[in-house]
């Protein structure tokens, strides 16, 4: 699709077209990628012009991003924020959107959840070094020691310390 605006880079902008149509991107996720075949002037104009259009909303983008984590890969808060840190999304974007994530799928619900895979795939720990590799691996996930600890507090309780 290319565009005839004056001072529209048809090559930038059928290259943003292209990454988009294959998954949703941040603006500075985008610009980035951009910003590698031509100006920021060119990624700029592009960016803005797709904007316009509304194909490219950080907040759509944020929402949908936090939700997928948060329903598919189980992720907790912690992960979620720093991963839409990592693409340039804003402070109050990504609190907003995970707000609107978790009211899906509260992160009560996900540690659990993640806490109960983890032992059908591994067994019930029954050693305090077991239970610590379960507890690293909701942690590596996202979610604060402070919860994980009081939904593993159970399991600490029953183990052999020896």
């Given at each position: 699709m290319?565009s005839?605006?004056?001072g529209?880079?048809?090559?930038?902008?059928?290259?943003?077209?292209?990454?988009?149509?294959?998954?949703?991107?941040?603006?500075?996720?985008?610009r980035?990628k951009l910003?590698?075949?031509?100006?920021?002037?060119d990624?700029d104009?592009v960016?803005?012009?797709l904007?316009?259009?509304?194909?490219?909303?950080?907040?759509?983008f944020a929402?949908?991003?936090?939700r997928?984590?948060c329903l598919h890969?189980?992720?907790?808060?912690?992960?979620?924020?720093r991963?839409l840190?990592?693409?340039?999304?804003?402070?109050?974007?990504i609190r907003i959107s995970?707000?609107k994530?978790?009211a899906?799928?509260?992160e009560?619900?996900?540690?659990?959840?993640?806490?109960d895979?983890y032992?059908?795939?591994?067994?019930k720990?029954?050693?305090v070094k077991?239970?610590?590799k379960?507890?690293?691996?909701?942690?590596?996930?996202?979610?604060?020691?402070?919860?994980v600890?009081?939904r593993?507090?159970?399991?600490?309780?029953?183990?052999s310390w020896?």
């Amino acid at each position: 699709m290319n565009s005839k605006k004056p001072g529209l880079n048809p090559k930038i902008y059928n290259s943003a077209l292209k990454l988009l149509s294959i998954r949703a991107h941040g603006t500075e996720e985008l610009r980035k990628k951009l910003l590698k075949k031509g100006s920021p002037e060119d990624a700029d104009a592009v960016i803005a012009e797709l904007a316009r259009k509304k194909y490219l909303d950080d907040q759509e983008f944020a929402f949908l991003r936090a939700r997928s984590s948060c329903l598919h890969k189980r992720w907790g808060k912690l992960r979620i924020i720093r991963d839409l840190k990592n693409l340039g999304v804003d402070d109050k974007i990504i609190r907003i959107s995970l707000e609107k994530a978790e009211a899906e799928l509260p992160e009560k619900e996900r540690l659990g959840k993640v806490i109960d895979l983890y032992q059908r795939l591994h067994g019930k720990p029954v050693a305090v070094k077991e239970v610590k590799k379960l507890f690293d691996h909701c942690i590596r996930l996202g979610y604060t020691p402070e919860s994980v600890r009081s939904r593993l507090d159970s399991l600490f309780a029953s183990v052999s310390w020896d």
